[in-house]
Nanobody, 124 residues
Framework: QVQLVESGGGLVQAGGSLRLSCAAS????????MGWFRQAPGKEREFVAA????????YYADSVKVRFSISRDNAKNTVFLLMNSLKPEDTAVYFC?????????????????WGQGTQVTVSS
Protein backbone atom coordinates (compact mmCIF):
# COMPACT_ATOMS: atom_id res chain seq x y z
CA GLN A 1 0.00 0.00 0.00
CA VAL A 2 0.90 3.64 -0.47
CA GLN A 3 0.14 6.49 1.89
CA LEU A 4 -0.07 10.07 0.66
CA VAL A 5 0.02 13.15 2.87
CA GLU A 6 -0.68 16.62 1.48
CA SER A 7 0.53 19.85 3.03
CA GLY A 8 0.89 23.51 2.15
CA GLY A 9 -2.73 24.59 1.99
CA GLY A 10 -4.02 27.70 3.69
CA LEU A 11 -5.62 31.10 3.26
CA VAL A 12 -4.26 33.44 0.61
CA GLN A 13 -5.33 36.67 -1.06
CA ALA A 14 -6.41 36.64 -4.69
CA GLY A 15 -3.37 36.93 -6.92
CA GLY A 16 -1.14 35.20 -4.40
CA SER A 17 0.64 31.86 -4.56
CA LEU A 18 0.79 28.59 -2.67
CA ARG A 19 2.83 25.45 -3.14
CA LEU A 20 1.22 22.18 -2.18
CA SER A 21 3.31 19.13 -1.36
CA CYS A 22 2.38 15.47 -1.35
CA ALA A 23 4.70 13.09 0.46
CA ALA A 24 4.40 9.40 -0.37
CA SER A 25 5.45 6.43 1.69
CA UNK A 26 7.12 3.34 0.31
CA UNK A 27 9.96 2.69 -2.10
CA UNK A 28 7.95 2.53 -5.33
CA UNK A 29 6.99 6.19 -5.72
CA UNK A 30 8.89 6.51 -8.98
CA UNK A 31 6.61 3.87 -10.56
CA UNK A 32 3.40 5.81 -9.93
CA UNK A 33 1.77 8.38 -12.12
CA MET A 34 0.55 11.22 -9.90
CA GLY A 35 -2.36 13.59 -10.04
CA TRP A 36 -3.96 16.49 -8.21
CA PHE A 37 -7.72 16.86 -7.88
CA ARG A 38 -9.88 19.38 -6.08
CA GLN A 39 -13.40 19.57 -4.74
CA ALA A 40 -15.24 22.78 -3.93
CA PRO A 41 -18.36 22.94 -1.74
CA GLY A 42 -21.39 21.67 -3.63
CA LYS A 43 -19.35 20.56 -6.63
CA GLU A 44 -17.95 17.31 -7.95
CA ARG A 45 -14.31 16.42 -7.61
CA GLU A 46 -12.43 17.67 -10.64
CA PHE A 47 -9.09 17.06 -12.27
CA VAL A 48 -6.42 19.70 -11.77
CA ALA A 49 -3.07 18.35 -12.95
CA ALA A 50 -1.13 15.14 -13.52
CA UNK A 51 2.44 14.07 -14.13
CA UNK A 52 4.02 10.93 -15.56
CA UNK A 53 6.40 8.70 -13.62
CA UNK A 54 9.52 10.40 -14.93
CA UNK A 55 8.11 13.91 -14.75
CA UNK A 56 8.64 14.32 -18.46
CA UNK A 57 5.00 15.02 -19.29
CA UNK A 58 2.48 17.16 -17.45
CA TYR A 59 -1.23 17.77 -17.98
CA TYR A 60 -3.56 20.47 -16.70
CA ALA A 61 -7.19 21.37 -16.58
CA ASP A 62 -8.03 24.33 -18.80
CA SER A 63 -9.04 26.38 -15.77
CA VAL A 64 -5.55 26.21 -14.21
CA LYS A 65 -3.25 25.88 -17.20
CA VAL A 66 -0.37 28.41 -17.14
CA ARG A 67 -1.21 29.43 -13.57
CA PHE A 68 -0.45 26.07 -11.96
CA SER A 69 2.61 23.86 -12.31
CA ILE A 70 3.01 20.23 -11.23
CA SER A 71 6.40 18.67 -10.57
CA ARG A 72 7.89 15.69 -8.76
CA ASP A 73 11.07 14.71 -6.99
CA ASN A 74 11.26 10.94 -7.09
CA ALA A 75 14.36 10.85 -4.90
CA LYS A 76 12.33 12.52 -2.14
CA ASN A 77 9.05 10.69 -2.86
CA THR A 78 7.28 14.00 -3.25
CA VAL A 79 5.02 15.66 -5.81
CA PHE A 80 4.31 19.39 -5.83
CA LEU A 81 1.65 21.72 -7.13
CA LEU A 82 2.73 25.33 -7.47
CA MET A 83 -0.30 27.59 -7.71
CA ASN A 84 0.16 31.15 -8.93
CA SER A 85 -2.29 33.96 -9.61
CA LEU A 86 -4.85 32.32 -7.38
CA LYS A 87 -8.51 33.21 -7.79
CA PRO A 88 -11.43 32.85 -5.37
CA GLU A 89 -12.82 30.11 -7.63
CA ASP A 90 -9.71 28.05 -6.85
CA THR A 91 -11.00 27.62 -3.31
CA ALA A 92 -11.37 23.88 -2.66
CA VAL A 93 -9.96 20.89 -0.89
CA TYR A 94 -7.01 19.65 -2.92
CA PHE A 95 -6.23 15.94 -3.07
CA CYS A 96 -3.11 14.13 -4.16
CA UNK A 97 -3.59 10.81 -5.97
CA UNK A 98 -1.36 7.99 -7.17
CA UNK A 99 -1.95 5.43 -9.91
CA UNK A 100 -0.27 2.04 -10.19
CA UNK A 101 0.09 2.57 -13.92
CA UNK A 102 2.57 4.18 -16.27
CA UNK A 103 0.25 6.76 -17.79
CA UNK A 104 -1.92 9.51 -16.37
CA UNK A 105 -5.65 10.07 -16.61
CA UNK A 106 -8.12 12.90 -16.08
CA UNK A 107 -10.52 10.52 -14.32
CA UNK A 108 -10.49 10.07 -10.56
CA UNK A 109 -11.43 6.41 -11.03
CA UNK A 110 -8.02 5.77 -12.57
CA UNK A 111 -6.16 6.45 -9.34
CA UNK A 112 -5.61 3.85 -6.64
CA UNK A 113 -4.43 5.88 -3.65
CA TRP A 114 -5.52 9.21 -2.22
CA GLY A 115 -4.32 11.63 0.40
CA GLN A 116 -6.54 13.19 3.05
CA GLY A 117 -6.73 16.53 1.26
CA THR A 118 -5.60 20.03 2.16
CA GLN A 119 -7.80 23.11 2.22
CA VAL A 120 -6.99 26.04 -0.05
CA THR A 121 -9.00 29.22 0.48
CA VAL A 122 -8.54 32.26 -1.74
CA SER A 123 -10.06 35.51 -0.55
CA SER A 124 -10.94 38.49 -2.72
Amino acid sequence: QVQLVESGGGLVQAGGSLRLSCAASGRTFSNYAMGWFRQAPGKEREFVAAITVSGGNTYYADSVKVRFSISRDNAKNTVFLLMNSLKPEDTAVYFCAAATRSYVSYSSNYYDYWGQGTQVTVSS
